[in-house]
């Protein structure tokens, strides 16, 4: 009975011994790095905690300058066209911050669905703001008020609805893994995100091209929109350079499109603020000073200084 029970007892203490290495080689991370790991998963800590704390750092943005925003917004004198991509923007981060977030589920195949679900709602409303600041750009100076709002988002929904049902049918009718970073085998997958980011490109470098041309007056004069044009160009040319190598088999593909995916889910959003809602935001602000100051002046606030 002893010689069973020692039996027993080395065999325990063998799988106690063992288990560890078994948990190292399939999940490592999260033995090593206790409570962050479902930060290291599929891409590793360094990728993870920089597309989530920037997203978060934005969000934070966003709340501490919502009550002087949404003053602002309330004010007679704001555009509707700015109040719609303020609220897009809202909706978007918080989508993005999930995205950033979740990214463990990359890794665990009874959340390949909710990370499909979560990907394919997450890009196609950054790309709905793409797109619609480009249609909005390429409308020039005329660009204002609720015609063309509702203009530049019928152009932008249909070319969105036609992204969205064409991923849909590659993730969920033919099971390509689109938006698993990790896989790089399937010649589909970076087949259409060449050609996703070929059109992006080739946009990008007509609207360049028309700022040197003699068609340079049918754009908006703003030079933050020209540079914006300039960074999403170079953004997008260098994805697509990425996957290429990747699709030709080159491991370091890979790693460019992946740091390229990082700057675009962190910095695009703060981009797309710096650009087009800041110095409205700004203007308005002024605005409202000046008001609230005639106002004061008007009901005799001042008028102790003249004594």
């Known amino acids: 009975m002893r010689a069973v029970m020692r039996a027993l007892l080395a065999d325990g203490g063998m799988a106690l011994a063992v288990a560890p290495e078994a948990n190292e080689s399939s999940g ?19 990728y993870s905690l920089a597309v ?8 934070g943005f966003l709340a501490w300058q ?22 897009l923007l809202w909706a978007v981060a918080v989508l993005n911050l999930l995205w950033c977030f979740l990214q463990a589920w990359q890794c665990m195949p009874d959340r390949a669905f909710s990370w499909n679900v979560l990907s394919l709602f997450t890009k196609s409303g950054m790309l709905f703001l793409e797109v ?29 609805a036609a992204d969205v049902l064409l991923k849909t049918i590659y993730v969920f009718g033919f099971g390509v893994p689109l938006f698993i970073d990790a896989d790089q085998g399937n010649g589909g997958k970076w087949g259409l995100w060449i050609i996703h980011k070929l059109v992006l490109t080739g946009v990008y470098g007509l609207i360049v091209f028309m700022h040197h041309s003699r068609w340079r007056d049918r754009l908006p004069a703003k030079p933050a929109y020209y540079n914006y044009v300039c960074v999403m160009l170079l953004l997008n040319g260098i994805l697509l350079f990425g996957c290429f190598l990747v699709a030709s088999g080159a491991g370091f593909g890979l ?53």
């Open 66 to 87: 919502a009550r002087r925003s949404f003053r602002t917004l309330s004010y007679g004198r704001s555009h509707v066209v700015v109040l719609a991509y303020y609220v």
């Open 132 to 160: 619609s600041l480009i249609a909005f750009l390429l409308q020039g100076n005329d660009a204002s008020g609720f015609e063309s709002l509702a203009r530049t988002f019928v152009i932008s929904g249909a070319v969105v």
């Open 52 to 59: 989530m704390l920037l997203s978060l750092a934005f969000v």
């Open 255 to 307: 790693w460019l499109y992946n740091l390229t995916t990082v700057c675009y889910h962190s910095l695009y959003l703060p981009l797309l603020y710096v650009t087009f809602l800041a110095d409205f935001f700004q203007e308005e602000d002024m605005l409202l000073e000046n008001v609230y100051y005639s106002e004061m002046k008007d009901a005799g606030f001042f008028d102790a200084d003249w004594d």
């Open 28 to 46: 490592g991370a999260a033995v090593s790095l206790g409570p962050l790991w479902w930060a290291s998963e599929c891409h590793g800590v360094l």
